[in-house]
């Protein structure tokens, strides 16, 4: 039983080195190569990306208001809506984080994200961290699909925040 566990025990630990070498040899995108090369932005660049705007999401929005770096954000409908109360900051180099207080129906419960920044000839790359891909975030000139066109100038959160917090004060 001894030399079974010992056994298995170097299986796991040849397949465990066998993945990781497996995965430092897998291959790269093209946004990953070039953001490894790229400068990371500023604070004040990412101060001028994000102040005051709205970041789009899928079923909601995040508002990065630049007095006192309050940020507030809002998901989903009825029932099902979240709501996120919270600061956002800067770090050198080139990172973006906000941690907020998210509220929903079951209770709350406070998260922090963060997503690096980086540019290259005019391209914008992004990340979130600590396990995300490099993606191209914003081109020189600006792509249909471009993420940054998601970030729109103004509040498109508060109003939605309100609703939910009604709906989730009423339920309690």
Known sequence: MRKLR??????AIGSSMGMASYAAAAPQSKETIAARSATPLTTD???????NRSWLWK????YFLSKQRRFIAATGRGSAG???????????PGKLCFKADWHAKSGSAPALTCFSHRKKGGVVFQKREPDGEW?????APIKAGDEYRKLRPGDYVSASLKKIQSRLSASR
Do not use: M
């Open 6 to 11: 010992t056994l298995l025990a170097l299986v």
């Open 45 to 51: 660049e990412l101060f001028q990306l994000y102040s």
């Open 59 to 62: 079923d909601g929005a995040g």
């Open 82 to 92: 979240s709501y996120g109360v919270g600061r956002w900051f800067l770090t050198d």
């Open 135 to 139: 993606y191209a975030f914003k081109n």
